[in-house]
């Protein structure tokens, strides 16, 4: 695709980050039934749920630019999770690879954030307020996923540490 407009390159980036999350959908199975926290567990199968949402939403803004909804290989999220596929294959004990796993969820939502960060400023530059308000709201919950997991991981590392 031949990106002369900020429109090109907003779409283009909104591809990247709806396939992210269709990666997303398949990995957080993965990475609850691997953790041993039952509150860890639980975090990941809400953010499963959320993940899902925000597929809908990211939908919602491809039809306000009066476009189909299309993935573009977000190859950030795919070697993220790689990373944790074969970290999550390694000889662990269960509280270190607790740890492991809130580190690597941690990774895929800061590349999140900055992908929703960009993706708002960039609507808003487009006059897209709707687009913009929806962004903000995803944005918004990755962060809240983000803090939630750093409690989990003050408490849950502790644990590793014996």
Known sequence: MEMETLRDLFLDELRDVYHAEGQLVKALPKMA?????PELQAAFKQHLEETKGHQ??????????EEKPKTK?????????????????????PDVMDAALIAGGQRSEHYEMAAYGTL?????????????RILQSILDE???CDKKLTKLAEKLNVEAMN
Request: hydrophobic residues 35%; aromatic residues 6%; contains cysteine.
């Open 33 to 37: 039934k691997k953790a041993e926290s």
């Open 56 to 65: 809908q939403r990211l939908e919602e803004v491809f039809a306000l630019f």
């Open 73 to 93: 290989v977000c190859k950030g999220m795919q070697g993220i999770l790689e990373e944790g596929k074969e970290m999550m294959e390694e000889d662990m004990e």
């Open 120 to 132: 708002r400023t960039y609507a808003k530059l487009l006059g897209e307020d709707e687009a913009s």
């Open 142 to 144: 990755e962060g809240a």
